[in-house]
C-alpha cells in the first residue's frame, strides 16, 4: 500500500544537526514533488520545504531558509531533510507528504519527533 | 505572502447539524490552489477538499469546498462522530504554501 515512513527525530542541542528522511513505498516515488511540513506541540501546521520530482528545483519557508536542506534519492525512493543550526523553535513534529493534485498535499506520513533543548 | 484566516476558532455543534468552515485569504488566491484538511489527535492531516471544491479520493460527500477570490468555505452537511476535529485550509501560490491557523469542530 501507499506510505510514507520518516525516521531520524529526536532530542538535539540548539545549534546542532539532525537529519530526517522519508522512506516512500507503493508508489513511484521519482514521479512525485515532496513536502516537509511541521506542527509545533499543540500548534498548527507550517510548510518547510518542497522538492520537484527530480530535484530541480528546492523552496524554503523563510524560517527555515539558509539552515535547512532538502533532498531526495529517487534510487532509494527517500527523502531526506539536514536540519543545521537547529533552534528551540524548530521543536516539532516533522511530516514528510507528496505533491498532489493542485498542489495539496496528498499523501502523509505519520510523523518524527524532533526536540531542540539543551 | 499570503496569510489565511480561519473562522470560528471552534466551533461547538451536535452529530448530525451543519458545519460551516470559513477561510479568508490577505489576498486573492487561485482556487485551482486552495485545499482543506482534517486533522484528528495523534494522526497526520488527511486531504479532504482540493482545488477549493474537489473531493479527495475517498472522502464522502458530505464534505464539500465552495469559494473563490479571498473567500473560501468547507461545509460538512451532516456531522457524523468520525468528524469531530481539527481543521485546516491551505494554499498554495509563488512557489510558497501557507496554511491557516485552524477549526476545532468540538462535540457540544
Known amino acids: 500500500q501507499v506510505q510514507l515512513v520518516e525516521s531520524g527525530g529526536g532530542v538535539v542541542q540548539p545549534g546542532r544537526s539532525l537529519r530526517l528522511s522519508c522512506a516512500a513505498s507503493g508508489f513511484t516515488f521519482s514521479s512525485y514533488g515532496m513536502h516537509w511540513v511541521r506542527q509545533a506541540p499543540g500548534k498548527g501546521l507550517e510548510w518547510v520545504a518542497v522538492?520537484?520530482?527530480?530535484?530541480?528545483?528546492?523552496y524554503y519557508a523563510d524560517s527555515v531558509k539558509g539552515r535547512f536542506t532538502i533532498s531526495r534519492d529517487n534510487s532509494k525512493n527517500t527523502l531526506y531533510l539536514q536540519m543545521n543550526s537547529l533552534r528551540a523553535e524548530d521543536t516539532a513534529v516533522y511530516y514528510c507528504?507528496?505533491?498532489?493534485?493542485?498542489?495539496?498535499?496528498?499523501?502523509w506520513g505519520q510523523g518524527t519527533m524532533v526536540t531542540v533543548s539543551s | 505572502e499570503i496569510v489565511l484566516t480561519q473562522s470560528p476558532g471552534t466551533l461547538s455543534l451536535s452529530p448530525g447539524e451543519r458545519a460551516t468552515l470559513s477561510c479568508r485569504a490577505s489576498q486573492s488566491v487561485s482556487s485551482s490552489y486552495l485545499a482543506w484538511y482534517q486533522q484528528k489527535p495523534g494522526q497526520a492531516p488527511r486531504l479532504l477538499i482540493y482545488g477549493a471544491s474537489s473531493r479527495a479520493t475517498g472522502i464522502p460527500d458530505r464534505f464539500s469546498g465552495s469559494g473563490s477570490g479571498t473567500d473560501f468555505t468547507l461545509t460538512i452537511s451532516r456531522l457524523e462522530p468520525e468528524d469531530f476535529a481539527v481543521y485546516y485550509c491551505q494554499q498554495y501560490g509563488s512557489s510558497s504554501w501557507t496554511f491557516g491557523q485552524g477549526t476545532k469542530v468540538e462535540i457540544k
Open positions: 507528504a507528496t505533491v498532489g493534485a493542485n498542489a495539496a498535499f496528498d499523501i
Open positions: 522538492i520537484w520530482y527530480d530535484g530541480s528545483n528546492k
